[in-house]
């Protein structure tokens, strides 16, 4: 069993920081690709970062510049630090990771249970 934990959501004005914390824990052999999503009310869920094994990044335009993605591949432990928060950052952020849970297995998408940010003064 694989499990993924976010953590680090809150409440925050604009133009203030929160720093995400995403741990993995269980069966696990390697992992792939890791991700955030976020997803708010009546929105479609979307990409807000991507990190692969070999710490490569990926930023769509509209958090480029504010948002940091991370990992800790000795922990399984990723990070999103969000800087410069507007309202329309408001939303349910999941991490996600792909990950294979035995040698010669496949990879497999897996996802946190997402933790609320909302941006508001």
């Known amino acids: 069993q694989v499990q993924l934990v976010e953590s680090g959501g809150g409440l925050v004005q604009p133009g203030g920081s929160l720093r995400l914390s995403c741990a993995v824990s269980?069966?696990?052999?390697?992992?792939?690709?890791m991700g955030w999503y976020r997803q708010a009310p009546g929105n479609q869920r979307e990409l807000v970062a991507r990190?692969?094994?070999?710490?490569?990044?990926t930023y769509p335009t509209s958090v480029k510049g504010r948002f940091t993605i991370s990992r800790d591949n000795a922990k399984n432990t990723m990070f999103l630090q969000m800087n410069s928060l507007q309202p329309e950052d408001t939303a349910v952020y999941y991490c996600?990771?792909?990950?294979?849970?035995?040698?010669?297995?496949?990879?497999?998408?897996?996802w946190g249970q997402g933790t609320q940010v909302t941006v508001s003064s």
């Open positions: 996600n990771a792909v990950i294979r849970t035995k040698y010669g297995g496949a990879y497999r998408d897996y």
């Open positions: 269980g069966r696990i052999f390697s992992i792939g690709d």
């Open positions: 990190i692969n094994s070999g710490a490569s990044t």
